[in-house]
T-cell receptor, first 111, second 114 residues
Framework: GIQVEQSPPDLILQEGANSTLRCNFS?????LQWFHQNPWGQLINLFY???GTKQNGRLSATTVATERYSLLYISSSQTTDSGVYFC?????????????FGKGTKLTVNP | SAVISQKPSRDICQRGTSLTIQCQVD?????MFWYRQQPGQSLTLIAT?????????ESGFVIDKFPISRPNLTFSTLTVSNMSPEDSSIYLC???????????FGPGTRLTVL
């Protein structure tokens, strides 16, 4: 099945710093999404971005489908950005579509 | 975006018992998914639940252990049967918006098995 690798696994920042999270995937995809899981466990969908670039406030994402990677940029980080960021790609396996998640990047933003 | 609620939000259960988790969505959805997140781990798909048909289980998950019901387009339940401490996890309900392909998650059910 498709493999999803995220880097770095852990990231510690001071408030106000910028960061880039990376997601590599092993096969072509039609669906790629970024999620943020806050410290209370809630998963929030950040971007649906199978290709191209999107921006939402301080966050932006770029997917280069031909090279099989996606990047999530966080600018001027805040303590509320802490949590785990997951990349998930759609896999067609066994005749059904499903999202396959990477292992995540744990981000800690210190005041 | 869909608003998803789950009950219970958390529970502590004894080994050998069963727990049924409820998932309610504020709009009709075709596809609902159940995920498990073991402590410190990523999300793993348990099964896909479509209304009016049997759930489709992923490798490593079986209906006897995780029976699923999907009586209508806004509701589903997942039962964790004959629990052991290894079942301690967060269980998450999820739906897909068929128009945008965006996936949304419920708040999760934190299960601890003693």
């Amino acid at each position: 099945g498709i493999q999803v690798e995220q880097s770095p696994p852990d990231l510690i920042l001071q408030e106000g710093a910028n960061s880039t999270l990376r997601c590599n995937f092993s096969d072509s995809v039609n669906n790629l999404q970024w999620f943020h899981q806050n410290p209370w466990g809630q998963l929030i969908n950040l971007f649906y971005i199978p290709s191209g670039t999107k921006q939402n406030g301080r966050l932006s994402a770029t997917t280069v489908a031909t090279e099989r990677y996606s990047l999530l940029y966080i600018s001027s980080s805040q303590t509320t950005d802490s949590g785990v960021y997951f990349c998930a790609v759609e896999s067609w396996e066994g005749g059904s579509e499903k999202l396959v998640f990477g292992k995540g990047t744990k981000l800690t933003v210190n005041p | 975006s869909a608003v998803i609620s789950q009950k219970p939000s958390r529970d502590i259960c004894q080994r050998g018992t069963s727990l049924t988790i409820q998932c309610q969505v504020d709009s009709q959805v075709t596809m609902m998914f159940w995920y498990r997140q073991q402590p410190g781990q990523s999300l793993t798909l348990i099964a896909t639940a479509n209304q009016g048909s049997e759930a489709t289980y992923e490798s490593g998950f079986v209906i006897d252990k995780f029976p699923i019901s999907r009586p209508n387009l806004t509701f589903s339940t997942l039962t964790v049967s004959n629990m052991s401490p290894e079942d301690s996890s967060i269980y998450l309900c999820s739906v897909r918006d068929v128009y945008t392909d965006t996936q949304y998650f419920g708040p999760g059910t934190r299960l601890t098995v003693l």
